[in-house]
């Protein structure tokens, strides 16, 4: 499971990195999107994969029974995904608002703040 | 000591507190800048506070929640971070006052005094966080204030600008995300003292120089430096001139710190390769940075492409990677901050009185304005580094160094620099101050500058010559700071004082 899903996330990575280098400004934003979604999951996975064990210690131990999945990258993971939402919205509506007064959506003609 | 655990949360919890007044006060723009004056004024208060009390009594640390140190979030101020906040209020303060004049009424019914506070309590909390996700949220936190600010207004070219400062800085977070899970997964923590204890002892030497790299990325593209810095001179200019002003003294500096902190805690093992990297980087930043200023005609562009020749001066301190060039990288750290500052804002006026940024269209100031003209000449003769000035002392401390290092090339590269600053500014002054204008009578701009009613030129000139003020006092006084520095410096070079002060002996 690890092996698919680290390939799962090498292809995210590449796809929203390539999508940052078209010249449309959704595509632009639809790869950030990608790589953060990459990145979540990336953590996700360094927790280890394990169903239906919950990291409970049993009286008496120091350690839950292994196998069990670290639950510190689920919480990080968590607040990324609610950080990333927040800023999803926002790139989302500056990429209307940039549409309608710029009257383009093409990176490459948006040259005025480099001269 | 619970006054102790107070007072590290003050410098957070003050900008959260008078932000969130200024929202409910959405309507009375009144009680808005009041409260933005007093939220900015606490913050310095705050780091004055913190930074005496780190001197009677060394490293303060605070376990949120009264979690134990490395499970839970610390707080953790050395030097260095007291610092940063002292610099966080006092541009916070100067920003705040000039604001008081200058915003348009369109942004301020946009809450642009809340978001300022915010964006103050991002710098403030990463400043003073010692836990590696949390270091994360609080840039995330001030990169969405930033974002707030940089488009508020909506227009066009604003918007432009904002794209290109969007999807860069959103590309760092990414990978900073990344970064940081790489570093859990190998550590086992996100303590930063636990982490700097852990780390050495991990055998796959390959991962944690990748992890070091990402880490320079990340940190790189925040701080602007060289190959990662296009963002800034596209998006700097672009907002009004307080925003600026707040942008090129605060949002850059934290990538610094943030690099500071990471590379003399944690990434300390293989030095040979990192640190000169970063020497070479720094000397690449600061040449192609001061090029960039060199031939640009817009008076708030040639001063971003400074920001970044900055840039490679203070990471040149860390290259150097002794307690005499780390003293030198925070000396510049405060002298940069207060004459850029001041500098911006000089700008930001003479755009009011003449109606443009451009140097080829600027002309006159000097004799229409001569008040003004003295105003600009001494942060940016501080800047060019001229005796007794601040910047005079905190380039010398860094050639010093490198001197001291026998690093003949970078000690090279940063004086012909600094030459070149020294014609940059003559150049804005000859353009700006001394040619006749092409387009304004002296009469002309004299009308525009008696325009401003009284009360609000107070407003606008203070915060300058409050700045201006402290680049002299920082020059010919230089030795208390420079005392504090040399001892930020030693607390970062041994770094077992920070980890014993967060962790208490050693991970359990």
Redesign the interface.
């Given at each position: 499971m690890e092996v698919i899903l680290a390939f799962v996330i090498g292809v995210l990575y590449a796809a929203?990195l390539y999508m940052?280098m078209r010249r449309n400004?959704v595509k632009?934003?639809a790869g950030?999107a990608l790589?953060?979604y990459?990145?979540?999951l990336?953590?996700f996975t360094?927790s280890r994969l394990t169903r239906g064990k919950p990291p409970l210690v049993p009286l008496g131990a120091s350690l839950p029974p292994e196998p069990f999945a670290?639950p510190?990258?689920q919480a990080?993971v968590l607040?990324?995904i609610v950080?990333g939402f927040?800023?999803l919205a926002?790139?989302i509506v500056?990429?209307r608002?940039?549409y309608q007064?710029?009257g383009t959506d093409d990176?490459d003609e948006?040259t005025?703040?480099?001269a | 000591m619970p006054d102790m655990d107070i007072l590290l949360i003050l410098p957070i919890a003050i900008p959260l507190v008078t932000a969130i007044i200024g929202m409910f006060a959405w309507r009375s723009r009144r009680i808005q800048r009041y409260i933005s004056v007093v939220g900015t004024f606490g913050i310095l208060a705050s780091g004055v506070a913190i930074l005496f009390a780190i001197l009677d009594e060394g490293i303060i640390v605070t376990n949120i929640g009264d979690w134990p140190a490395p499970f839970g979030i610390v707080l953790v101020a050395d030097l260095l971070s007291a610092i940063m906040v002292i610099m966080a209020g006092l541009v916070g303060v100067s920003v705040v006052i000039f604001s008081l004049a200058s915003v348009d009424e369109l942004r301020r019914s946009f809450g642009y005094y809340p978001v300022v506070l915010f964006l103050l309590m991002g710098v403030c909390g990463a400043s003073l966080t010692g836990d590696m996700?949390n270091l994360?949220?609080w840039f995330?936190v001030l990169?969405?204030s930033s974002?707030v600010l940089m488009?508020l207004g909506?227009?066009?070219?604003q918007?432009?600008?904002?794209?290109?400062y969007?999807?860069l800085n959103?590309?760092e977070?990414?990978?900073f995300?990344?970064a940081?899970?790489?570093l859990?997964?190998l550590t086992?923590s996100?303590n930063m003292a636990a982490i700097a204890q852990i780390l050495p002892t991990i055998e796959q030497g390959g991962l944690v120089m990748v992890l070091a790299m990402m880490f320079l990325v990340v940190f790189g593209i925040k701080a602007a430096i060289f190959p990662l810095f296009f963002w800034l001179?596209?998006?700097y200019?672009?907002p009004p001139v307080a925003v600026t002003t707040l942008f090129s003294g605060l949002m850059t500096k934290v990538g610094v710190y943030a690099l500071l902190r990471v590379f003399t805690l944690i990434f300390t093992t293989e030095t040979d390769f990192t640190h000169t990297l970063i020497l070479v980087i720094s000397g690449l930043t600061m040449f192609t940075g001061v090029i960039g200023a060199v031939a640009q005609y817009n008076f708030r562009r040639l001063l971003s492409f400074h920001i970044i020749s900055q840039i490679g001066y203070l990471i040149m301190g860390l290259g150097l990677f002794t307690v005499g060039a780390l003293t030198g990288t925070i000396y510049f750290l405060i002298h940069v901050i207060i004459a850029k500052s001041a500098l911006f804002l000089v700008s930001g006026v003479s755009n009011m009185v003449s109606g443009t940024y451009d140097l080829k269209k600027l002309g006159s100031l000097y004799r229409a304005y001569p008040s003004l003209a003295a105003l600009f000449l001494i942060p940016a003769l501080a800047l060019g580094g001229i005796p007794p000035l601040s910047g005079f002392w905190a380039k010398l401390a860094l050639v010093q160094a490198g001197l001291d290092a026998e690093a003949y090339i970078i000690v090279a590269v940063s004086l012909i620099v600094s030459v070149l600053t020294l014609f940059s500014m003559t150049k804005i002054w000859a353009e700006a101050f001394w040619k006749d204008s092409p387009k304004q009578s002296d009469e002309d701009i004299q009308r525009n500058r008696d325009a401003i009613e009284p009360g609000r030129m107070v407003l606008l000139i203070t915060p300058i010559l409050f700045l201006a003020a402290l680049t002299v006092i920082l020059g010919i006084w230089a030795e208390p700071i420079i005392d504090v520095s040399r001892q930020a410096a030693e607390q970062l070079m041994n770094p077992d004082g920070y980890i014993t002060a967060v962790l208490g002996g050693g991970v359990e």
């Open positions: 929203g940052m400004i632009l934003i950030l790589l953060g990459a990145s979540n990336l953590i360094i670290d510190v990258p990080l607040t990324a950080i927040g800023m926002f790139a500056l990429v608002r940039v007064t710029v990176l948006m005025a703040t480099d | 996700f994360f949220v995330e990169l969405i974002f488009v909506g227009e066009a070219f918007l432009e600008g904002a794209i290109k969007f999807s959103l590309l977070s990414a990978f995300l990344t940081i899970g790489i859990y997964g086992g996100l001179p596209s998006s200019h672009t």
